[in-house]
């Protein structure tokens, strides 16, 4: 799991939301997977932008996953506006991490 550690000091003072999908091989998953993700990654920007709550900042492919990076200043209220598209990713195992800079805090949801 990341943690505040784990991430650029760029991104440390801000709230993240942090997805995790478990893929169908343990390189890059098939072009079906990552197309979805490809699909949901952009709705969801979408989404956040028109709510004004952050940025999804991009993604990682590699070692049988993908990661989802988000960040704003409220990651509670990112996390809202992004949960339906998380939520109707196929790919399984899934979690988010939902950290908030203040207080240092995180926040598992399995998906």
């Known amino acids: 799991m990341d943690t505040f550690l784990d991430l650029p000091e760029s991104v440390a003072s801000e709230d993240a939301v942090i997805a995790r999908y478990r893929l169908s091989d343990d390189e890059y998953g098939s072009p079906a997977e990552r197309a979805v993700f490809f699909e949901a990654e952009r709705a969801m920007s979408a989404a956040v932008e ?62």
């Open 50 to 111: 028109e709510a004004g709550v952050g940025e999804v900042d991009g993604n990682e492919f590699g070692g049988g996953e993908v990661v989802l990076y988000a960040y704003g200043v409220d990651g509670e209220a990112l996390f809202k506006v992004m949960e339906p598209a998380l939520r109707a990713l196929p790919l399984r195992p899934a979690h988010v991490v939902v950290r908030q800079a203040r207080g240092d805090v995180e926040v598992r949801v399995d998906l």
